[in-house]
C-alpha cells in the first residue's frame, strides 16, 4: 500500500474530494433520518430517541438483524441498513 506522500496531487485532491462528498451525504442521512422520525412521531407511532436504537425507518421493524452489505432479516422488513435509525 502506498503511503500518503508517494499520493500525486491529483490523487491527494481525489481523495479529499471524495471525503468532502461522503461528509455532506452524511449530514443529508441524518437530515432525513430526523425528518423520518418527526413525521413518525407526529403520526402517533411515539418512537422517541432510546426506545429502539436501531428500528426502521420504513416499516415497523424494531432493530435492524442483518450486516451492512446485506438487508435487514427481521420478519417483513428487508430493509438496508441505512434505512434504520442510527445508521446514517
Known sequence: MRSEDDLTDDQKKAFEQNEADFTELKKRMRSFAESANSRLDASGLH?????????????????????????????????DMTSHDGYQ
Open 47 to 79: 418512537r422517541g430517541p432510546g426506545t429502539h436504537p436501531n428500528r426502521c425507518l420504513l416499516c415497523r421493524c424494531t432493530a435492524f438483524q442483518g450486516t451492512p452489505d446485506h438487508p435487514c432479516t427481521t420478519y417483513n422488513c428487508h430493509h
